[in-house]
């Protein structure tokens, strides 16, 4: 009796073991396939955030580029001679300087006009210069006041006229005004200005 009880006793246990196994092997699978998606949502959240970070990088640098590649641009002030078909007279106002100062890029010459036996005709050479800031004496108030000029009139050799050493003492420069015509700067033929003024040139209208 006590045999038959000792097996039935030792049945009962392999029983319990064989029901638990698959039990325990089940919890053992989840937890290891619940590490194995944590670590791949971690490999993919990390291969994320530096893409993220270069492409805002890429887009920064190229904004800056932009913007600091168009600000020479807008420093120029080009005049071409289509704009006043290649001819135009500029008329002075005061003493000691010429009534007018025709240009003709037509043939290359530059007239100071002084007065009907005061002409003197000269070679002239029209070309865009590097932008550069001068001083003026604005037309019809003779304020000064800064601009940026990017055409230059060089003035060549005398062709014909009575001669005035004055007429080729510098470059003259064409810009557009502030009221969107053209104006001439020209050297201060008069003079007569304080030592810190001996650069301002004046400003002449058509």
């Known amino acids: 009796m006590k045999k038959l ?3 039935c006793l030792a049945a009962a246990f392999l029983l319990v073991g064989c029901t638990r196994t698959p039990a325990q092997n089940s919890d053992k699978k989840a937890s290891s396939d619940s590490v194995t998606i944590s670590s791949t949502q971690a490999n993919t959240d990390s291969s994320s955030n530096p893409q993220t970070s270069t492409t805002i990088s890429q887009s920064s640098t190229e904004t800056v580029s932009t ?8 420093q120029q002030d080009f005049v071409s001679s ?5 001819y135009a007279t500029f008329y002075f106002d005061g003493m000691n300087v010429p009534e007018s ?19 003197a005709v000269y070679n002239l050479t029209m070309q865009n210069i590097s932008a550069k800031t001068i001083r003026i004496f604005s037309a019809n108030t003779t304020d000064i006041r800064k601009v940026k ?21 510098g470059d003259l420069y064409l810009f557009h005004n502030l009221h969107g015509g053209l104006s001439l700067a020209t050297p201060n033929y008069a003079g007569n200005v304080p030592a ?3 650069d301002v040139m004046i400003e002449v209208l058509q």
Do not use: H, K, R, W
């Not at 913007?67 to 807008?74: D, G, L, Q």
């Not at 289509?82 to 290649?86: D, I, T």
């Not at 000029?149 to 003492?169: D, E, F, K, P």
């Open 5 to 7: 009880f000792m097996i």
């Open 196 to 198: 810190d003024q001996t």
């Open 149 to 169: 000029v990017s055409t230059a009139l060089s003035i060549g050799s005398q062709i014909s006229g009575a001669i005035n050493a004055n007429n080729q003492s």
């Open 101 to 119: 100062i025709n240009i003709n890029t037509n043939t290359n010459q530059i007239t100071f006009n002084s007065g009907s036996d005061q002409e």
């Open 67 to 74: 913007s600091t590649s168009a600000a020479p641009e807008s």
């Open 82 to 86: 289509s704009e006043f078909g290649g």
